[in-house]
Every structure is written in C-alpha cells, then in structure tokens.
C-alpha cells in the first residue's frame, strides 16, 4: 500500500524527480487512495508545474485517474 502523505510529500516537493515520481504514484494508484479529493488536487497542481516533465506525468496520469476522481463536476 502506498502512503498518500508520501504522495503529497513528492508532489510538493522542490525536486524535478520526486514531483515526476508523485504523478507517476498518482496515476498508479488513485483507485486506492483514501482522500481522492486531496490527491486530485496534487494531481491538479501538478498538471501546472513549470517543468515539463512534470506536467507530461501529470497529464498523462489525469486520463487513468478521472474515472476515479469522486466529484466530476468540479473536477
């Protein structure tokens, strides 16, 4: 089981690799994450980092997480 602070830990990192890691756990394991609105949210935040391979994970990841993501609405 993965730890979801570590996530948020990574995905809010200052380091290029663990915010690129954070996506990559993001879209590996949305579907078994307890607080899916707060990892939707590192998600979203990473969908606007400034490094680009940051944002390819995180664009990558949102089209495996959407299904999961619990209100589409404001998603």
Same mark, same amino acid.
């Given at each position: 089981?993965?730890?979801?602070?570590?996530i948020?830990?990574?995905?809010?990192?200052?380091?290029?690799?663990?915010?690129i890691?954070?996506?990559?756990?993001?879209?590996? +394991?949305?579907?078994?994450?307890?607080?899916?609105?707060?990892?939707?949210?590192?998600?979203?935040?990473?969908?606007?980092?400034?490094?680009? +391979?940051?944002?390819?994970?995180?664009?990558?990841?949102?089209?495996?997480?959407?299904?999961?993501?619990?209100d589409?609405?404001?998603?």
């Amino acid at each position: 089981m993965v730890d979801q602070v570590e996530i948020h830990r990574k995905a809010a990192s200052g380091e290029v690799m663990e915010r690129i890691e954070a996506a990559v756990l993001l879209r590996d +394991n949305f579907a078994d994450l307890p607080d899916k609105e707060h990892a939707w949210k590192d998600l979203h935040r990473l969908t606007r980092d400034e490094h680009r +391979n940051v944002l390819l994970g995180a664009v990558d990841a949102l089209g495996s997480v959407f299904q999961h993501v619990p209100d589409k609405g404001e998603a």
